[in-house]
């Protein structure tokens, strides 16, 4: 430990959490339950990318499209189809009120009277033990802690090509604010990357109105996702009448035109609005970390336990690079916060084995554990027991019938390695399945539970039988 580095004898608190999104707001609880002396800083907007630029933005606007989607599909369900007429500017109304209406639950108020002091600023190590806090106010105060949790969330990845910084790019920070300011949808969209955001962002677009155009380098949609359900999803993405180009690479931009290579050839896409949807990369920059010797390549360094190269400083969310989930963030947040606190008497080591994700298409795409793709890459034997959508009552009912569940088992057992599910309310369904592997409840268990008729979970009882 370098010589002007000195351990403070008394610490002004037991915790100070860098970072207001998810993990930070869950560090920040967990340990003012504990009643630990903590304080959470925050340099931007409470409630992180989430809240603000993520998960409740995104499903609003998804919702807003659905709706649109059924007034012009409505002539399936006997209901004469028109034609929607999509008010742009009152669809972002609507997704600054689901903001605005969830905000108290992540506000410095709300945390304040939970025994959290908050604060707005940006924190920088000073040494292991030290960090100054740059008010928006222009303050500087410095606090000592036991120990830390960084919670700095991650941006989004801007791919470095030729001409991208004159075409007016945006992300998926920066279209909320700029859409807001629209008085309709954009006309020519082209969106970059085809994982999760990607597809999520077309689809929303797509059906209130834009010409949308999907560039990805592979050659597939949704790439950690099952096979199968990546191809039901780009099938329900074409239905709606995005283009889609797997396989092809974006080489570089002329003003508002976008050069794409593919099968050997270029070609050009002109495009109204552009948004890069490429992948996210952690926030590391300006926190002093890079002089405390935390970082490697860029990234900090993370143990299983969500410690960094300095035991007492921990980590949670999108910037400990495990993952990219919001529900991640806070179960990562236990963990760092746990072993904050307990150190050095206890240690728990984070478990990722029951982490759900969903990609929020239509219809949607949820999975837990092994994939088929997963277990084959490491050598585990797997049975596959199958059920498809469309035998569902209920799925017929709502004519929803695309997809299917699937659940994999060691061969011979019961016990459950993983599952996907793509149907209208994946999102809702795999909960069960999560529960099940958690507690180690076998299919037949599953099974005997008694599921009311007709629902959609059903499917998973029928899969289990």
Same mark, same amino acid.
């Given at each position: 430990?370098?010589?002007?580095?000195?351990?403070?004898?008394?610490?002004?608190?037991?915790?100070?959490?860098?970072?207001?999104?998810?993990?930070?707001?869950?560090?920040?609880?967990?340990?003012?339950?504990?009643?630990?002396?903590?304080?959470?800083?925050?340099?931007?907007?409470?409630?992180?990318?989430?809240?603000?630029?993520?998960?409740?933005?995104?499903?609003?606007?998804?919702?807003?499209?659905?709706?649109?989607?059924?007034?012009?599909?409505?002539?399936?369900?006997?209901?004469?189809?028109?034609?929607?007429?999509?008010?742009?500017?009152?669809?972002?109304?609507?997704?600054?009120?689901?903001?605005?209406?969830?905000?108290?639950?992540?506000?410095?108020?709300?945390?304040?009277?939970?025994?959290?002091?908050?604060?707005?600023?940006?924190?920088?190590?000073?040494?292991?033990?030290?960090?100054?806090?740059?008010?928006?106010?222009?303050?500087?105060?410095?606090?000592?802690?036991?120990?830390?949790?960084?919670?700095?969330?991650?941006?989004?990845?801007?791919?470095?090509?030729?001409?991208?910084?004159?075409?007016?790019?945006?992300?998926?920070?920066?279209?909320?604010?700029?859409?807001?300011?629209?008085?309709?949808?954009?006309?020519?969209?082209?969106?970059?990357?085809?994982?999760?955001?990607?597809?999520?962002?077309?689809?929303?677009?797509?059906?209130?109105?834009?010409?949308?155009?999907?560039?990805?380098?592979?050659?597939?949609?949704?790439?950690?996702? #099952?096979? @199968?359900? &990546? %191809?039901?999803?780009?099938?329900?993405? =074409? +239905?709606?009448?995005?283009? !889609?180009?797997?396989?092809?690479?974006?080489?570089?931009?002329?003003?508002?035109?976008?050069?794409?290579?593919?099968?050997?050839?270029?070609?050009?896409?002109?495009?109204?609005?552009?948004?890069?949807?490429?992948?996210?990369?952690?926030?590391?920059?300006?926190?002093?970390?890079?002089?405390?010797?935390?970082?490697?390549?860029?990234?900090?360094?993370?143990?299983?336990?969500?410690?960094?190269?300095?035991?007492?400083?921990?980590?949670?969310?999108?910037?400990?690079?495990?993952?990219?989930?919001?529900?991640?963030?806070?179960?990562?947040?236990?963990?760092?916060?746990?072993?904050?606190?307990?150190?050095?008497?206890?240690?728990?080591?984070?478990?990722?084995?029951?982490?759900?994700?969903?990609?929020?298409? #239509?219809? @949607?795409? &949820? %999975?837990?554990?092994?994939?088929?793709? =997963? +277990?084959?890459?490491?050598? !585990?034997?797997?049975?596959?027991?199958?059920?498809?959508?469309?035998?569902?009552?209920?799925?017929?009912?709502?004519?929803?019938?695309?997809?299917?569940?699937?659940?994999?088992?060691?061969?011979?057992?019961?016990?459950?390695?993983?599952?996907?599910?793509?149907?209208?309310?994946?999102?809702?369904?795999?909960?069960?399945?999560?529960?099940?592997?958690?507690?180690?409840?076998?299919?037949?268990?599953?099974?005997?539970?008694?599921?009311?008729?007709?629902?959609?979970?059903?499917?998973?009882?029928?899969?289990?039988?």
């Amino acid at each position: 430990m370098p010589a002007n580095w000195t351990k403070p004898r008394r610490f002004d608190r037991n915790l100070i959490v860098i970072g207001g999104g998810a993990a930070g707001l869950v560090s920040s609880y967990i340990a003012a339950m504990a009643k630990a002396k903590v304080t959470l800083v925050e340099a931007g907007r409470m409630g992180g990318d989430c809240l603000n630029t993520g998960c409740i933005p995104s499903k609003t606007l998804l919702k807003s499209a659905k709706v649109a989607h059924q007034l012009a599909d409505a002539e399936r369900f006997g209901v004469q189809s028109t034609q929607p007429v999509v008010d742009f500017p009152k669809v972002m109304q609507r997704v600054r009120a689901a903001i605005t209406a969830i905000e108290p639950n992540d506000s410095i108020e709300r945390y304040t009277a939970l025994g959290v002091e908050g604060l707005q600023g940006y924190a920088r190590f000073i040494d292991p033990w030290t960090v100054e806090i740059s008010g928006k106010d222009g303050s500087v105060a410095r606090l000592t802690s036991r120990a830390f949790v960084i919670a700095t969330g991650a941006a989004p990845v801007v791919p470095p090509l030729p001409g991208i910084e004159s075409s007016g790019y945006l992300t998926s920070e920066t279209l909320w604010d700029a859409m807001a300011q629209r008085s309709q949808v954009p006309g020519r969209l082209v969106i970059l990357g085809g994982g999760p955001i990607g597809c999520e962002l077309a689809q929303a677009f797509q059906r209130l109105g834009s010409d949308v155009t999907m560039v990805e380098m592979a050659e597939r949609l949704l790439l950690k996702e #099952d096979a @199968e359900a &990546a %191809s039901i999803v780009t099938q329900s993405l =074409e +239905a709606d009448g995005v283009r !889609i180009l797997t396989g092809h690479k974006a080489v570089r931009f002329d003003g508002k035109s976008l050069t794409v290579e593919g099968a050997g050839r270029e070609s050009q896409l002109d495009f109204d609005d552009i948004i890069c949807a490429t992948g996210r990369r952690a926030r590391v920059a300006g926190f002093g970390l890079e002089e405390l010797g935390l970082l490697e390549n860029g990234r900090l360094v993370v143990d299983p336990y969500l410690r960094s190269r300095m035991p007492h400083i921990l980590v949670a969310g999108d910037v400990a690079g495990n993952q990219q989930l919001t529900h991640g963030a806070s179960h990562e947040a236990w963990y760092a916060t746990v072993n904050a606190l307990a150190r050095p008497f206890k240690r728990f080591r984070a478990d990722y084995r029951f982490l759900p994700r969903v990609t929020y298409s #239509d219809p @949607e795409v &949820a %999975s837990v554990g092994l994939s088929e793709d =997963e +277990a084959s890459q490491q050598g !585990i034997a797997y049975e596959v027991t199958r059920y498809d959508i469309a035998h569902l009552d209920r799925a017929i009912a709502e004519d929803e019938t695309r997809g299917f569940v699937k659940i994999l088992t060691p061969p011979g057992s019961e016990r459950i390695l993983g599952a996907t599910i793509v149907a209208a309310h994946a999102g809702e369904m795999i909960a069960e399945i999560v529960l099940a592997m958690r507690h180690g409840l076998p299919l037949g268990k599953l099974m005997a539970a008694i599921h009311s008729y007709p629902t959609w979970n059903e499917a998973n009882k029928f899969a289990a039988g």
